[in-house]
């Protein structure tokens, strides 16, 4: 069953109700009464560039890579230091008009690891993809909200908030994906199980328990801001836990839409990845984008 007989099962039509519209957006995981936020994505107001805020990290040691999967697959594993630098922050990763991707933070950290992705205009794919390995890593900003209180209006400007029916658990990592197209492409984006229903204002695999099994939320921009025509979908499921430690990571900035489907060439995409081992020895090989004294120490 597709996403379409979806709505149309449950009366909804997704280009009128089924679209959160705000310039902000800030994601939680639930915790017993409480909230975790565990990222930000901001559609900028004067522009269109979208901006991404990683959580609150207890360890923010980490490593941020320009990387490249060699022609002839689209599986390999990548090395990260190659073209790799360390850093001592949480950094933000932006992605701008002219397909200008790049990962900051102001007055921190040098911008240096960049590259050129597709234009926000043409986008019509796989935006970026985050994975938190253990929510041990976050630095836990709890917040203590109404369940009436977590969807305000469909096409508010203000900050909105959106809680995945997931249980904050040790035990358990998460997968974000998110993907970036035209609204009238949403059709061809997934296939879903009978089973799937419309839990306002997304959907949902709910198991028979009750417990939720995936989500699915489509956000953009307000109505007459730049953008607007465009949908971000951000998919979300727990996933099994591949490392012990509590890591997140991420990639995106991938080369535009057509190079990815060419296996003639390489595919280019920036990574990071929090904590990283051996801080210090990282730093005297591969250098660092940290603009304060914060590394003298190391």
């Known amino acids: 069953m597709d996403l379409q007989e979806i709505l149309n099962r449950e009366n909804i039509n997704l280009l009128e109700a089924g679209i959160i519209r705000s310039h902000k957006f800030s994601f939680h995981l639930r915790k017993d009464t409480n909230l975790i936020k565990i990222f930000k994505l901001i559609f900028n107001k004067k522009d269109g560039s979208i901006f991404l805020t990683l959580p609150r990290l207890k360890n923010t040691e980490g490593?941020?890579?320009?990387?490249?999967?060699?022609?002839?697959?689209?599986?390999?594993?990548?090395?990260?230091?190659?073209?790799?630098?360390?850093?001592?922050?949480i950094v933000k990763y932006s992605h701008h008009p002219d397909g200008t991707a790049h990962?900051?933070?102001?007055?921190?950290?040098?911008?240096?690891?960049?590259?050129?992705?597709?234009?926000?205009?043409?986008?019509?794919?796989?935006?970026?993809?985050?994975?938190?390995?253990?929510?041990?890593?976050?630095?836990?900003?709890?917040?203590?909200?109404?369940?009436?209180?977590i969807y305000t209006p469909m096409y508010s400007s203000k900050d909105q908030t959106i809680a995945f029916n997931f249980d904050y658990e040790e035990s358990?990592?998460?997968?974000?994906i998110f993907y970036y197209f035209p609204?009238?492409?949403?059709?061809?984006?997934?296939?879903?199980?009978?089973?799937?229903?419309?839990?306002?204002?997304?959907?949902?695999a709910i198991n028979e328990n009750g417990e939720f099994l995936e989500q699915i939320f489509f956000i953009s921009s307000t109505k007459e801001a730049i953008g607007a025509k465009h949908v971000m979908m951000v998919r979300a499921a727990p996933v099994t836990k591949v490392s012990k430690e509590p890591r997140i990571s991420f990639i995106g900035g991938f080369d535009p839409g057509n190079k990815q489907k060419d296996l003639e060439v390489a595919l280019g995409f920036l990574a990071l990845s929090y904590p990283i081992d051996d801080f210090k020895a990282l730093v005297k090989e591969i250098g660092s984008v940290v603009l304060s004294d914060d590394l003298k120490n190391t």
């Not at 999967?69 to 990260?80: E, F, H, K, T």
């Not at 358990?172 to 974000?176: L, P, R, Y």
């Not at 984006?189 to 997304?202: A, F, L, M, Q």
Request: include cysteine.
């Open 63 to 89: 490593i941020l890579s320009y990387s490249e999967i060699p022609a002839g697959s689209r599986n390999a594993d990548v090395s990260m230091k190659q073209s790799g630098t360390a850093t001592s922050h």
């Open 103 to 149: 990962f900051s933070l102001t007055d921190k950290v040098r911008t240096e690891i960049r590259k050129k992705s597709e234009e926000l205009m043409k986008y019509d794919g796989h935006f970026c993809s985050i994975t938190i390995q253990s929510p041990s890593a976050l630095i836990l900003d709890e917040l203590t909200i109404g369940e009436e209180e």
């Open 172 to 176: 358990v990592a998460f997968k974000f």
């Open 183 to 204: 609204v009238e492409n949403y059709e061809s984006y997934i296939k879903i199980p009978k089973d799937w229903i419309w839990y306002e204002p997304g959907l949902s």
